[in-house]
């Protein structure tokens, strides 16, 4: 994935840094088991990031992304993954659950 730089070579800043929204998720295989909880926040071409708690889980290419904060959830591929941190690329529009729905996610 390719991510703009917002430093010159010389390391100062061209662009003022955006806030990082962090928010709890939860990845789910394709099958509705669930695989483990993480924390998301968004990248700066537009995907988002997922750090999980162990760097050693074996994680499939396709699963869903889960965001508690939205309440939805997203089918989305696994584009790079740097220990136990990853960029997920969402493959459809959000899902948006129902508050007994979004529960169960928490």
């Known amino acids: 994935m390719y991510a703009p730089s917002v430093t010159d070579n010389t390391g100062i800043r061209l662009a003022p840094a955006s806030r990082t929204r962090l928010r709890h998720g939860k990845l789910i295989k394709v099958d509705k088991t669930d695989i483990c909880d993480c924390t998301l926040y968004d990248l700066q071409n537009g995907g988002t990031g997922v ?56």
């Open 51 to 106: 750090v999980i708690p162990d760097a050693e889980a074996d994680l499939p290419d396709t699963l869903y992304v889960a965001d508690t904060k939205l309440a939805t959830v997203n089918l989305a591929k696994v584009r790079w993954r740097v220990g136990s941190n990853l960029g997920v690329l969402y493959l459809e529009k959000p899902i948006q659950l129902s508050l007994k729905q979004s529960a169960k996610t928490k």
